[in-house]
């Protein structure tokens, strides 16, 4: 599989089988060969095409970082990249887990209310979290909650959540698309409020407690007309108190047209549920918002008597301005490259402190250049002492130090070529060393250079004409007079082959590697786990 390409930490992960594919990437499972774990490996693909796109997976990864919860998904690592400034997949290494909420419902039909019970307190659990840090998350539905067999649940895909702060312009803040239609609250089907309130996530999870009591989505709409047609079926029309208090004169005007509709009860919809759980399943789906409770007030509803515990109930300190002051301004692609970059440092600790303080090591290789540099060594070591003299594999890797080397006719640069000049080179220079040993400015090589494939030697070698104009001696001395690193009178000569860093030198782009999957096999049909029909509800383990 082309799944890691040119990251070198990705040997560090065995990977197993692809559990899914989607328009972001593909995700597949894996071993952590430096703990043991399984783990989740999320490849991101090209994040950098659109800047909305990005700015959404900066948003999560962000997010999945500040809201750390046992009800909410875990990033455990992020691959460092191979280029600062190049790069354009990224690897999320998630927690694994076995399965979501959409199989569950359907691969289980026998679910128990203790079941019900468990399942709705991990979410009002986690959604009271992420709503104390000031984070809406917009987007809950079966398919964005993960599950495991001992039926634990975590809450994931936190790419449409926003955090609200109080003096956002929420008119323009929340016109963007927000969550998918059946778990939409109607206050969002015809834009009802100018400022929206997380209420809207209670609705979508009262939709989705409603869900796992009857196997089917409980309003499933065929577009926002006929979606808000079927919720007044249900809940019936609303009192002219709620309409009047919509600020949009479309939707007043279509709910007031709507003929009177009389609520069904919910013990007729719901005719073998537990009559608690009733109760709060109708506080959750209250057409008006202000009428739903927030999550800290269902957690205390008498449904929960038996295995609520507030001190299992953490609350969040609320996220910060500065966090996402992305989300206030107009940003760049690079912008947003750079403050990906600063969020996967976040996951390595060392180069995260080099980086605030400005101090980044300039020794530093990339563990895709380290992986490079072992293929190489071991290409001499096999080839070179049975005397050949075929140069190494080419360097593919953005992360590598570029050759310093300009060729005078633009030819196309290779290992090879380079050595052939450095050889053609060095037998010219030898010829002019007895001509002129204290010519100014030209370009001296080393004795064993040439025996060094692909070895830069100087600060700049010019090829395709190995002698040295008088316009180019003059322009090198100027250049060393004007730096302030090195005296006029310096002991190190003006012509000198000293080596000094060439800070104009940049990453080129190289063909990825491939990995080799023949031990992976092909990826498997992911088959969801059925869950155990018997819980200990009191104790809360399963």
């Given at each position: 599989?082309?799944?890691?390409?040119?990251?070198?930490?990705?040997?560090?992960?065995?990977?197993?089988?692809?559990?899914?594919?989607?328009?972001?990437?593909?995700?597949?499972?894996?071993?952590?060969?430096?703990?043991?774990?399984?783990?989740?490996i999320?490849?991101?693909?090209?994040?950098?095409?659109?800047?909305?796109?990005?700015?959404?997976?900066?948003?999560?990864?962000?997010?999945?970082?500040l809201?750390?919860?046992?009800?909410?998904?875990?990033?455990?690592?992020?691959?460092?990249?191979?280029?600062?400034?190049?790069?354009?997949?990224?690897y999320?290494?998630?927690?694994?887990?076995e399965?979501d909420?959409?199989?569950?419902?359907k691969?289980?039909?026998?679910l128990t209310?203790?079941?019900?019970?468990?399942f709705?307190?991990?979410?009002?659990?986690?959604?009271?979290?992420i709503?104390?840090?000031?984070?809406?998350?917009?987007?809950?539905?079966?398919?964005?909650?993960?599950?495991?067999?001992?039926?634990?649940?975590?809450?994931?895909?936190?790419?449409?959540a926003?955090?609200?702060?109080?003096?956002?312009?929420?008119?323009?803040?929340?016109?963007?698309?927000?969550?998918?239609?059946?778990?939409?609250?109607?206050?969002l089907?015809?834009?009802?409020?100018?400022?929206?309130t997380?209420?809207?996530d209670?609705?979508?999870?009262?939709c989705?407690?409603?869900?796992?009591?009857?196997?089917k989505?409980l309003?499933p709409?065929?577009?926002?007309?006929?979606q808000?047609?079927?919720?007044?079926?249900?809940?019936?029309?609303?009192?002219?108190?709620?309409?009047?208090?919509?600020?949009?004169?479309?939707?007043?005007?279509y709910?007031?047209?709507?003929?009177r509709?009389?609520?069904?009860?919910?013990?007729?919809?719901?005719?073998?549920?537990d009559?608690?759980?009733?109760r709060?399943?109708?506080?959750?789906?209250?057409?008006?918002?202000?009428d739903?409770?927030?999550?800290?007030?269902?957690l205390?509803?008498?449904?929960?008597?038996?295995?609520?515990?507030?001190?299992?109930?953490?609350?969040?300190q609320?996220?910060?301005?500065?966090?996402?002051?992305?989300?206030?301004?107009?940003?760049?692609?690079?912008?947003?490259?750079?403050?990906?970059?600063?969020?996967?440092?976040?996951?390595?600790?060392?180069?995260?402190?080099?980086?605030?303080?400005?101090t980044?090591s300039?020794?530093?290789?990339?563990?895709?250049?380290?992986?490079?540099?072992?293929k190489?060594?071991?290409?001499?070591?096999?080839?070179y002492?049975?005397?050949?003299?075929?140069?190494?594999?080419?360097r593919?890797?953005?992360?590598?130090?570029r050759?310093?080397?300009?060729?005078?006719d633009?030819?196309?640069q290779?290992?090879?070529s380079?050595t052939?000049?450095?050889?053609?080179?060095?037998i010219?220079?030898?010829?002019?060393?007895?001509?002129d040993s204290?010519?100014?400015?030209?370009?001296?090589?080393?004795?064993?250079?040439?025996?060094?494939?692909?070895k830069?030697?100087?600060?700049?070698?010019?090829y395709?004409?190995?002698?040295t104009?008088?316009?180019?001696?003059?322009?090198?001395?100027?250049?060393?007079?004007?730096?302030?690193?090195?005296?006029?009178?310096?002991?190190?000569p003006l012509?000198?082959?000293?080596?000094?860093?060439?800070?104009?030198?940049?990453?080129?782009?190289?063909?990825?590697?491939?990995?080799?999957?023949s031990?992976?096999?092909?990826?498997?049909?992911?088959?969801?786990?059925?869950?155990?029909?018997?819980?200990d509800?009191?104790?809360?383990?399963?």
């Open positions: 599989m082309d799944f890691f390409t040119e990251y070198g930490e990705g040997n560090r992960y065995k990977i197993e089988e692809v559990i899914g594919k989607g328009s972001y990437g593909v995700v597949c499972s894996a071993l952590d060969t430096h703990t043991g774990d399984k783990v989740a999320k490849k991101i693909n090209d994040i950098f095409e659109h800047v909305s796109d990005a700015t959404r997976i900066l948003r999560e990864i962000k997010l999945l970082r809201l750390r919860h046992p009800d909410i998904v875990e990033i455990k690592h992020i691959l460092l990249p191979p280029s600062r400034r190049e790069f354009k997949d990224i999320v290494v998630f927690e694994l887990m399965s909420l959409h199989q569950v419902i691969a289980n039909d026998d209310p203790e079941h019900y019970q468990f709705l307190y991990q979410l009002l659990r986690g959604l009271k979290y709503h104390t840090a000031n984070v809406f998350h917009r987007d809950l539905k079966p398919k964005n909650i993960l599950a495991n067999a001992d039926c634990k649940l975590k809450i994931c895909d936190f790419g449409l926003r955090v609200a702060f109080s003096d956002t312009p929420t008119a323009i803040f929340w016109t963007d698309y927000i969550a998918t239609r059946w778990y939409r609250a109607p206050e089907c015809g834009s009802f409020f100018s400022k929206y997380p209420a809207i209670i609705w979508s999870i009262g989705i407690f409603a869900e796992l009591l009857t196997g989505p309003f709409g065929k577009n926002v007309v006929h808000l047609d079927i919720i007044t079926d249900l809940l019936g029309t609303p009192s002219p108190e709620t309409i009047s208090r919509i600020r949009n004169e479309k939707a007043r005007r709910l007031n047209s709507m003929r509709k009389k609520p069904i009860p919910f013990t007729q919809k719901f005719p073998n549920a009559p608690l759980a009733m709060l399943l109708e506080r959750m789906l209250a057409f008006d918002p202000k739903r409770p927030s999550a800290e007030e269902a205390a509803d008498p449904y929960f008597k038996n295995i609520a515990n507030v001190d299992r109930e953490p609350s969040a609320p996220i910060t301005k500065l966090e996402f002051e992305f989300e206030r301004r107009r940003i760049t692609k690079e912008d947003i490259r750079e403050l990906i970059y600063r969020e996967i440092l976040e996951y390595h600790p060392k180069m995260l402190r080099e980086f605030l303080e400005g980044e300039t020794g530093f290789m990339y563990p895709s250049a380290v992986d490079h540099f072992k190489q060594f071991a290409y001499l070591e096999e080839h002492a049975k005397g050949s003299t075929a140069a190494p594999p080419e593919q890797h953005n992360s590598l130090p050759p310093c080397v300009v060729y005078s633009n030819r196309p290779s290992t090879a380079v052939e000049d450095l050889s053609r080179c060095l010219r220079d030898n010829n002019l060393k007895s001509q204290a010519s100014v400015g030209a370009s001296r090589i080393p004795q064993g250079a040439a025996a060094r494939p692909g830069a030697v100087g600060s700049m070698l010019r395709g004409n190995c002698s104009s008088a316009a180019e001696q003059q322009y090198e001395q100027r250049r060393v007079v004007r730096n302030p690193a090195i005296a006029p009178n310096s002991s190190v012509g000198s082959s000293y080596p000094r860093r060439n800070q104009t030198c940049k990453s080129e782009t190289g063909d990825v590697e491939r990995i080799d999957s031990q992976t096999g092909p990826p498997k049909p992911y088959v969801a786990n059925k869950l155990p029909a018997t819980v509800g009191r104790s809360g383990h399963w």
